[in-house]
């Protein structure tokens, strides 16, 4: 008898699980069904082109359909196929390896052990990530000393974000979240292996979910101090989730070699296929707010998430606020990047930030839940179209054999991280430019033109199938922009009976406001001139003579200034391409004219 009633308490939730519970199921469904009647209404009532649709309801395939949107093709390409090198031809240079491996893969497996549909069974494995989310940041509320109803008002702000409707499409951003709440959480209550693993869930699902291994770091500091900080064989297990954080992204890194050779081929196909591009904080924010109506609304939405930070450092919630910092400063040091915004929706201390500053003052509560509600609706409409925590006791004075043990397999995690990365610095290879290379050598192979000559590249000459990577389309006016500091391009073979060394005239020039630029033109990887420097727009020369093999195309490779966007560094222009330098033409001759 005594067992039995034993077995049935253990099924019994505490009064603070049954609340979290029922704030998080009750937020879910709410959420769900008023962004599920948006997505109807909006179907119902506007056509495809903007006209009105009869009142007809939209048929279930259609309905379907709305999981199915914005970059879920990406996702499906690779739970249907894996990853690949391939990219559709309206938009070059674009993989699927911008995209990581856990959402994709665990939904094609568990739709062929279901008979269920990949589509629908990350449908449902997104849904139920994003109601577990929501539970977990209901107990990190609490955990952090929050009321019940502060607690509960995070979890509806998440719910109601605007762009949640990411959370329940087929997309990875739910697993994201889940993953860095849940080592978030888990950490507070030192559960360390427990926080490890979501942490690898957030870093494999997300490329931003790797971030979360700074919170972990600063509540290992807070937990050990910084004498046993700097003393981790003392007591390693604070460390567990720190080293196991960056496991996924280390297997997302290790996956795209395999595939491409390339481990960094997330980073150079969001710069070639999505022209993404890294710069200085305080540069990408001038340059997204100078764009157009649509970065800067992207920007100021995320900038406004951003504020959340203010009362993390006041309430000294040290580990949840410098994440955020970090987290934000990285997002914000993008250029033409769209996704700021739901970036920013998926950082837990956003909620936990709002839910601090807003605790005593409920009609502004409701007032940023309305405005997050509508904000919600009409964005899926258009588409459619911490208190510290110390505990003294698990700090241990002496190292124990099993503490020493576990430090040494954290060691050892960390020295295979080192390994890897030694190992792609030496091995990698961009796969964007590999690729470039290749297919232009192909099409310039069969040509054998006569000296001297001079290759242009405007709309309408041959040469410009040698164009590798790293350039704008080509220009009326006979030239074309370079779209990054990196580009190449191949010219054809040379016959056997052509006299070496050769002599190479390089024309380039530049966006005129610029000053004082550098360019390196290397020629089959032979300097042309050494490093050159100009000032204003040009046009300026790169010549010299090189020695080249016969027989076998010529990659010219380019090394210049770092792109700009006209629209945003001048008054005059409404031009908004990424542009680095321009190039006019390359004269080859059997000889350079002395003085």
Known sequence: MATAVMAKSRWRFDAETRAAWASAVVAFFASRLALFLVGWISLTFIAARGKAAHGTGPTLQQLKDLAFRWDTTWYMSIAKHGYSTVSPAVQPHAVNLAFWPAFPFLARYLSDASGISILMTGVILANLAFLLALYLLHRYCTQLEFTQAAAAFAVFLLAFVPESFLFSVFYGDAFGLLGMVGAMYYARKQCWWASGLFAVLASSSRPMGAMVLVFLVVHAYQQLGWRNFLRPWIDPRPFVPVVLAPAGYFLMLWVSYRVS??????????????????????????????????????????????????????????PDAIFGLCYFVLIFSQINSAGLLHYAAVLPVVYVGFTWLLREKEQARYALLGVFATLGAVLCMVTVRVHRSMNPETINEKATPRGIALFLLLFAIGACYLLSLAYFHGHSINFVQKNGIAAASKAVEDAHPALPITYTFDAKSRWTQGLAYGWNPPESWGGIWGSGSEAAIVLPPLSNDVALPLCFTVQVGNIGKRQHWNMLVTIDGTPLGGNSHFSGAGPFEVHGEVKIPTGQP??????????????????????????????????VAKQCERP
């Open 261 to 318: 050779g390339d481990a960094f081929a997330q980073a150079h196909t969001r710069m070639a296929g999505w022209h993404v591009y890294f710069a200085p904080t305080w540069q990408a924010l001038y340059t997204d707010f100078r764009l157009g109506p649509d970065l800067k609304f992207w920007m100021l939405s995320a900038l406004t998430l951003a504020i959340s930070l203010i009362p993390l450092f006041r309430k000294k919630l040290y």
């Open 554 to 587: 010529i990659v010219i490779r380019f090394s210049g200034p770092s792109p700009v966007i006209p629209r945003a560094v001048t008054n005059y222009s409404l031009d908004s391409r990424l542009l680095s330098f321009s190039l006019l033409g390359i004269t």
